[in-house]
T-cell receptor, first 113, second 115 residues
Framework: DAGITQSPRYKITETGRQVTLMCHQTWSHSYMFWYRQDLGHGLRLIYY???????DKGEVPDGYVVSRSKTENFPLTLESATRSQTSVYFC????????????FGQGTRLTVV | GENVEQHPSTLSVQEGDSAVIKCTYSDSASNYFPWYKQELGKRPQLIID?????GEKKDQRIAVTLNKTAKHFSLHITETQPEDSAVYFCAASLRSGGSNYKLTFGKGTLLTVNP
């Protein structure tokens, strides 16, 4: 599980600021995902990526931007943070086009004040 | 898109009893159904999964059943232990357009095993 890491682990930011959450995996997995976890909502998909330069929206993409210029990195940017984006964010990766296990990073707890 | 419903949201059992968590999914094209366990403050981790060509799968004290016709699947934990206490998530994988797929999760079940 050490193969997928997120940074920072904790972040406090102010409303309106731009913030980027980083995700890095060392397995060369094709698929990468960003989820947010909120009490009562479980894990909701924000964006996902099938390969470098291929990204697509998930269930709750508004207010977020992603990029994937390299296979191993999948940063998530909040362009103008809002209090409703206070959450725990999980990045995950998966091996191939077949349905296989998704491995999660340790999460980033983001607080927007 | 895919919608996954999970019940119950909380479940409390006595040590040694069995626990059952149920999920339904909406899209008949889904073909992969994993279950994740998340301990407090930790990341979700896969505990068992099942593919649509299989009706049941077992791994020691945990088992998963799948009913494709009814579009529901269940997690069964037997002889529960305090260390089974955690949040459990079911998920369904939908193959969307092209080569992409996405994993849709239920809202989770908080399982508490009382000693």
């Amino acid at each position: 599980d050490a193969g997928i890491t997120q940074s920072p682990r904790y972040k406090i930011t102010e409303t309106g600021r731009q913030v980027t959450l980083m995700c890095h995996q060392t397995w060369s997995h094709s698929y990468m995902f960003w989820y947010r976890q909120d009490l009562g909502h479980g894990l909701r998909l924000i964006y996902y990526s099938a390969a470098a330069d291929i990204t697509d929206k998930g269930e709750v993409p508004d207010g977020y931007v992603v990029s994937r210029s390299k296979t191993e990195n999948f940063p998530l940017t909040l362009e103008s943070a809002t209090r409703s984006q206070t959450s725990v964010y999980f990045c995950a990766s998966s091996e191939s086009r077949r349905n296989t296990e998704a491995f999660f990073g340790q999460g980033t707890r983001l607080t927007v004040v | 898109g895919e919608n996954v419903e999970q019940h119950p949201s909380t479940l409390s059992v006595q040590e040694g009893d069995s626990a059952v968590i149920k999920c339904t999914y909406s899209d008949s094209a889904s073909n992969y159904f994993p279950w994740y366990k998340q301990e407090l403050g930790k990341r979700p981790q896969l505990i068992i999964d099942i593919r649509s060509n299989v009706g049941e799968k077992k791994d020691q004290r945990i088992a998963v059943t799948l009913n494709k016709t009814a579009k529901h699947f269940s997690l069964h934990i037997t002889e529960t232990q305090p260390e089974d206490s955690a949040v459990y998530f079911c998920a369904a994988s939908l193959r969307s357009g092209g080569s992409n797929y996405k994993l849709t999760f239920g809202k989770g079940t908080l399982l508490t095993v009382n000693p």
